[in-house]
């Protein structure tokens, strides 16, 4: 199964200071450690809400709104993206993962939908769509 | 924590840390049979006490060390006197130390159960079994659900075959550089064989299969990183990667397969694709030799790059079939470069190779020889014995989805020759 790692943001990622060397040693052995084992597809660090940007939708219309966004602990820091056996297993290796912000974290994990797990509900018609779309997503 | 959920954790720890514990152990004992047990001493010994006392902050490193007294204990009993000497110096070398990844003894250790468990005094279907069991961490139950073979027969399998290494005394080590790429043959071809598995086995309601393919896929990345020379290894990857991208598009709705050109290429895995360029990119630059893994790869590549099927570079997949049918000369090979000839240069030169195939007696009843010269045939307008030949590739294949669409298309030959014919 794959799932996603997720790194919430804090304040200090949110105010924008980098990662300390010592940290990011540590991450380049823990990630050396991931692909040794043959569990990262991908994965990234993402800047601060500060230079993102947001959409939102109501009924037709589109607003566009500049970060930074508020609700910093909903916010997120950075990414991967495992292939793993089971949830517990990407449970163990998040568990592994040296403290991202130095003090108190919280990494989330979501196993990725597949195609498969949608049932029925997903006819051959919107199979089709989501075909489409994930091409958009995944193939730009 | 909760008793069940120390037990899922251990589960999970086991599934990381097994086939680490289990090569560095058998460096100890120079035996896997001996090193699989003290691992699963070490697993019984977690069940045991991490209820209590709670889960270690390196599990793993908690293993290695369990595994190695009680290896030191079985090492003590021993009685040959003489051999005693020699495995005191092996201990001296046995620690756990998570030194750093250059010249880490463990990726070593690993690297040789690798070896160990495709060695070529077994059977194929012993190393398939041996590597999953060891390497994979899966049980006997999960290999036997998987091959749809019976557990006691499974078992039976893996006991031999630790018995036979056992008994060849096959030195646990990695071969020598001579040896190297013949040996590395054997570790390839289970890999592949174990992704094969899986992914023909996607059409069935069998849910392990497919984990199958990731598992060889997973075996496949580590071994990449631990012979990151190797340019096959890097090609048997990529290979991997891009046909695993395929998997969605490659079974109908209806449960048909689809061939290559009609798939819906939007349905591939594009995270998959790109990281199976990148491993072919990583094959071409190590500058070693490269075997019928990578050219497979870039055949695959070929068309991983085109978007649409009509903008595939079929010179390019000739040539690569070139390389291939020098490497691995077989008439399958020569069969499907000429499908590539006929999309690069037309139906009569590719009809033209094929006629060389015809009297080769290893395609006696190979339904894609006629398959192919009918579908040549039919592009030039040789309706008739077009239809001949559907009707021939139909009386050879047992699948009966692939008669029946070689009966419709014979049919539609002889329909289409009388109107021509009016």
Redesign the interface.
């Known amino acids: 199964m794959r799932v996603m790692v997720l790194i919430k943001a804090n304040e200090r990622s949110e105010a924008g200071e980098m990662p300390t060397q010592e940290l990011l040693e540590q991450m380049t ?1 823990y990630n ?1 450690e991931l ?5 990262i ?2 994965g990234g660090g993402l800047h601060p809400s500060s230079r993102g940007v947001r959409v939102e939708f109501a009924g037709s219309e589109r607003k566009v709104i500049d970060g930074p966004f508020a609700e910093t602990k909903e916010l997120l820091a950075g990414y991967w ?1 495992w ?1 793993v ?2 949830m ?2 990407a ?3 998040t568990k592994r993962i040296p403290n991202p912000m130095n003090e108190h974290s919280v990494v989330e994990i979501r196993p990725v939908f597949e ?1 498969e797990d949608f049932g029925d509900a997903l006819t ?1 018609e919107l ?2 769509k989501d ?2 779309l ?2 958009q997503v ?2 730009s | 924590m909760a008793r069940a959920d120390v037990r ?2 251990i ?3 086991w ?2 840390e097994s086939a680490r514990l289990i090569a560095g152990a058998a460096r100890l004992v120079r035996d896997v049979g001996l090193a699989e047990d003290l691992a699963q001493e070490a697993l019984v010994a977690a069940l045991e006490e991490w209820p209590e006392s709670g889960v270690p902050d390196n599990p793993g490193a908690w293993l290695m060390a369990t595994a190695k007294h009680r290896g030191i204990d079985r090492l003590r009993r021993a009685d040959v006197h003489q051999r005693k000497i020699e495995e005191i110096g092996r201990i001296a070398e046995f620690r756990y130390d998570g030194e750093p ?1 250059v010249d880490d003894p463990f ?1 070593d250790d690993l690297l040789r159960l690798v070896f160990i468990a495709c060695h070529p005094v077994l059977s194929t279907d012993a190393r398939v079994a041996l590597t999953l069991r060891l390497l994979c961490g899966l049980t006997t139950r999960e290999i036997a659900h998987a091959y749809l073979a019976s557990e006691p027969a499974v078992a039976q399998r893996i006991v031999r075959a630790k018995r036979t290494l056992s008994a060849a005394r096959v030195p646990f080590e990695i071969p020598g550089r001579h040896e190297l790429r013949e040996r590395l043959a054997s570790v390839l071809e289970v890999i592949y064989l174990i992704f094969n598995e899986g992914y023909s086995a996607t059409s069935g309601n069998d849910l392990i299969r497919p ?1 199958l393919m ?1 598992e060889a ?6 071994l990449a ?2 012979l990151p020379r190797e340019a096959e290894v890097h090609g048997l990857v990529a290979l991997m990667e891009l046909q695993a991208s395929r998997t ?1 598009a490659r079974i109908s ?1 209806s449960g048909d397969q689809v061939l290559l050109l009609d798939q ?4 591939w ?3 998959l694709v790109g ?1 199976g360029l990148a491993a072919l990119e990583r094959a071409y630059a190590t500058g070693g030799p490269i075997g019928p893994y990578t050219l497979q790869a870039g055949i695959a590549a070929c068309h991983s790059r085109a ?1 649409r099927a009509d903008d595939t570079d079929w010179e390019r997949i000739v040539a690569l079939y070139d390389g291939l049918a020098q490497l691995m000369p077989s008439p399958v090979v020569e069969l499907n470069r000429a499908v590539a000839v006929g999309m690069a240069f037309g139906p009569q030169t590719a009809l033209d190779a094929v006629e060389n195939l015809r009297g080769d007696p290893r395609l006696d009843g190979y339904h894609l020889l006629p398959t192919v010269r009918g579908d040549l045939l039919e592009k030039l307008g040789r309706r008739a014995e077009a239809a001949a030949e559907f009707g021939r590739a139909a009386l050879l294949t047992a699948n009966t989805r692939q008669r029946a669409a070689l009966l419709e298309r014979a049919a539609a030959c002889r329909t289409s020759q009388r109107s021509a014919g009016r």
């Open positions: 052995a050396e692909v040794k084992a043959g569990v597809l991908g993206v292939q056996r089971s517990d297993e449970v163990e290796w195609v051959p199979r089709e075909a489409q994930r091409a995944e193939g | 899922r954790t589960e999970a720890v599934r990381i990844a990726d984990e990731e896929l997973r075996l496949g990345r580590i990183e631990l969605r709705p819906d290429r939007s349905r895995d594009w995270l990281r978007r």
